[in-house]
């Protein structure tokens, strides 16, 4: 019979119960409901992380600029700039904000990308995973473990506030991609299933109130650079919660605020483009020359 997981609170109780992972509850879960075999899911979750691996390569090699020209050629910048003088924070952080970058460019280009869970905010997790994976020795098993639970880290909070910015603002893309990325860093880590849920709570709730106010309509400002930015927060709540850091607010309750959140927030901060930074006087500007 299926065990019915829908919130974190289930899911704790199923991995404390069977004294099992995350991505081992989730990947039985996903096979049962699919009516296939845990193989099976294993390699559909392995054509995500190649398609991840793939975009990352091509992204990191390209500086064509999308069709509005207003970006494209960050991720070349960045890699030029840490060739010339190496990050503050060394390899493992030049890895992650440069992959960010090649990612969400390759977005931008129409090129071939894992929506994780949102095209908008589809760098965060591969950045993360990938990155610290190459640094750390971490093999492909263990990849597609993590990458397992960041799914279901999505799924759960899906069934409370749809993963979209016009519904709940970028607190619902960006945001809960960063705590996919933290609760997957945290297992790849050797973390526990509480220190998993605690890094996810520590990332989403640290996120609320993200609006989607994008530039022209398009995705890319301020969406290209808040993937790099919101990979280093994902990082910052993983490193918290391997240090038992606890959230003082239980996982679904930050969940529960994050959906009160998204319906509080005003409809012009939604996808809309009707405020915040898509309507600066510059952003106008670039309206106006981009659709003349």
């Given at each position: 019979?299926?065990?019915?997981?829908?919130?974190?609170?289930?899911l704790?109780?199923?991995c404390?119960?069977?004294?099992k992972?995350?991505?081992?509850?989730?990947?039985?879960?996903e096979?049962e409901?699919?009516e296939?075999?845990?193989?099976?899911?294993?390699?559909?979750?392995?054509?995500s992380?190649?398609?991840?691996?793939d975009?990352?390569?091509?992204?990191?090699?390209?500086?064509?600029?999308?069709?509005?020209?207003?970006?494209?050629?960050?991720?070349d910048r960045?890699q030029?700039?840490?060739?010339?003088?190496?990050?503050i924070?060394?390899?493992?952080?030049?890895?992650?904000t440069?992959?960010?970058?090649?990612?969400?460019e390759e977005?931008?280009?129409?090129?071939?990308?894992a929506?994780?869970?949102t095209?908008g905010?589809?760098?965060?997790?591969?950045?993360?995973?990938?990155g610290v994976?190459?640094?750390?020795?971490i093999?492909e098993?263990?990849?597609?473990?993590?990458?397992?639970?960041?799914?279901a880290?999505?799924?759960i909070i899906?069934?409370?506030?749809a993963?979209?910015?016009?519904v709940a603002?970028c607190?619902?893309?960006c945001?809960?991609?960063?705590?996919m990325?933290?609760?997957?860093l945290?297992?790849m880590?050797?973390?526990?299933v509480e220190?998993v849920?605690n890094?996810v709570?520590?990332?989403?709730?640290?996120?609320?109130?993200?609006?989607c106010?994008?530039?022209?309509?398009?995705?890319?400002?301020?969406?290209?650079?808040?993937?790099p930015f919101?990979?280093?927060?994902?990082?910052t709540?993983?490193?918290?919660a391997l240090?038992?850091?606890?959230t003082?607010?239980?996982?679904?309750?930050?969940i529960?605020?994050?959906?009160?959140?998204?319906?509080?927030?005003?409809?012009?901060?939604?996808e809309s483009?009707?405020?915040?930074?898509?309507t600066?006087?510059?952003?106008?500007?670039?309206k106006?020359?981009?659709?003349?």
């Open positions: 019979m299926m065990i019915n997981i829908n919130t974190f609170e289930e704790q109780n199923a404390n119960a069977s004294g992972k995350i991505y081992e509850i989730t990947q039985e879960y096979a409901l699919a296939t075999t845990v193989p099976e899911i294993r390699a559909i979750v392995k054509k992380l190649d398609a991840m691996k975009a990352i390569k091509t992204g990191l090699k390209s500086n064509e600029m999308s069709i509005s020209g207003m970006c494209g050629d960050d991720c960045l030029k700039r840490f060739n010339q003088e190496k990050s924070f060394g390899k493992t952080f030049e890895k992650i440069t992959y960010a970058l090649a990612t969400i977005n931008l280009r129409m090129g071939k990308i929506a994780c869970p095209a905010s589809c760098a965060i997790v591969p950045s993360v995973l990938v994976s190459e640094d750390l020795g093999c098993e263990e990849q597609i473990n993590a990458l397992i639970t960041a799914g880290i999505g799924r899906s069934n409370k506030v993963l979209a910015g016009a603002g607190q619902a893309e945001g809960v991609a960063s705590a990325s933290a609760g997957a945290t297992q880590r050797g973390g526990s220190q849920l890094a709570a520590l990332a989403m709730k640290n996120l609320l109130g993200l609006t106010d994008p530039v022209c309509g398009l995705v890319e400002i301020p969406c290209v650079k808040r993937n919101l990979a280093i927060h994902a990082v709540a993983s490193e918290l240090a038992d850091i606890k003082k607010i239980p996982f679904d309750e930050v529960d605020a994050l959906e009160q959140t998204g319906k509080l927030m005003s409809p012009m901060l939604k483009s009707q405020a915040g930074l898509a600066t006087k510059t952003a106008l500007e670039l106006a020359k981009l659709f003349k």
